[in-house]
């Protein structure tokens, strides 16, 4: 009863995931950015709440509570059919994510009530496969709902599946707890201080699940993707095989005598997450097939026959092949070649490359667009240069080691030991031989050049203490650290 409660809830919720903005976009007329903001209002909410639920959770009756936030959850789709304006939309919508937070918290720890302590890992895998199976047919069901009916019939079909897992759960039957033991109240009691970091690391990777869920369906409209809720049963199926080659599928065991093909190439820059899978996979199975040892890649791009038929269909003017390696737009350019293009007609661009049309005439302009990597670093896009990375990977290579040296202007020598300060480096408190001698070599370097009386170049003394010093280490520790001199003249 809870797997297909569960199921009909998340079922309910990502009916709208996909086409809430959408709603929001053409309804009330927002633009993008307001959009993002009223869907944050629920997800903050939701969070908001979540400290409060788990203290209501053990407070209370927690079928109780499960079945009233339940209710008041298939309620907040209603208000936001009767909603008349755009605050008490977002009213409803941030209500509605006070609901999700205390709901989840009370279907997961019901979960653990009702279930036998033998068989508990085996229920939540369970559980959370009925979320997972919502993920799948949810959204596309919602995107085909937006296609063919009006918007409203999403919210009634949101909350007639939410009315019918709410049903299904009053029958449900728990296991009476202990009785609840009154504690004072604390900060600690709400929020427990030793998950934070861990909840901080939750925060970041569901913003960025969820910018990428909620915008995705309009990403692919945007790019003419006929249905992108495909993309959902696919990122659903990718949850469901992670289980299975990590080997904690519930249902799906991978055997020795398996057969498991990867038909797709690595995509750049997954190089290790791809090997790590292989890795369990050939833990699991001795029947694993990729291209790197027999020929079964699948490409996703068209073949030669296919660019024929589309320069056959569509009859361009001019035939311009990009985004691939070079060598695939030439051989593009050979395929129109062969089937009768003016050379003159077809063009194979560089990256940056400008093309100037003017009436019937077209070229390759001499002059390009600058393409080159530009770096992003805070608030600040392109302002920082190869001199501050080479810093950064100076710095993060072999560290920072700095040196105050206090000098008496009149002698010119050094007053009372350096100063030194390591961080990337060494251990200070390690290395106390190491430090006792570059001290001595400080004061050996600053009395040779500063040491003699007379007008002093300090920029001539810092520059011999970074150049001799590093050299020292380099030789003592086969490391050279950034050295950063500092003189102080007294």
Known sequence: MLFCANFLMAFAFYLLMPTLPFYLISVWHLDKGMAGLVLASYVIASISSRPFSGYFVDRFSRKNLYVISY???????????VAGSLVLFIVFRFLHGVIWGTLTTASNTLV???TPSARRGEAIGIFGLSSNIAMAIGPLTGLLLYESLPFNYIFYT??????????????????????FVHEPLSFDRFVLLKGIPSGIN?????????????????YGKENNISNPGIFFIIMAFGIMFSRIVAGNHRFIKIKKEDTVIFSSSVIPGNERTVQRVKDNLYRQSDNVYHSDIIDVHISGHSNIEGIKEMLREIKPDYFIPVYAN???????SKIAQGMGFRKDRIFVPDNGSIIKFSGQNAEIMKEKVPVNYVFVDGL?????????????????????????????????????????????FIYLRESKDLLSQTRKKVIEIVYKTAGHGGAVNWTYVKD?????????????TSRRPMILPVVIEV
């Open 158 to 179: 949101a909350a007639i599946t939410g009315l019918i897992g709410v049903l299904l759960a009053l029958p449900m039957r728990v296991h009476p707890r202990p009785k």
């Open 112 to 114: 653990i009530d009702i």
């Open 380 to 424: 600040g896009v392109g302002d920082v240069g190869e001199i501050v990375l080479r810093d950064r990977q100076a710095l993060a290579e072999d560290g920072m080691f700095v040196i105050v040296a206090v000098i008496d202007k009149r002698t010119g020598q050094v007053k009372g030991s350096p100063d030194i300060i390591s961080r990337g």
């Open 71 to 81: 209710t008041l959850f298939v309620c907040m789709f209603v208000g936001y059919i």
């Open 464 to 476: 011999e203490i970074r150049n001799k010093i590093g050299d020292f280490l380099a030789t003592k």
């Open 326 to 332: 070079h060598y695939f737009l030439k051989e593009g």
């Open 202 to 218: 939750l925060i970041l990777i569901t913003v960025s699940y969820g910018m990428i869920f909620s915008f995705s369906a309009m």
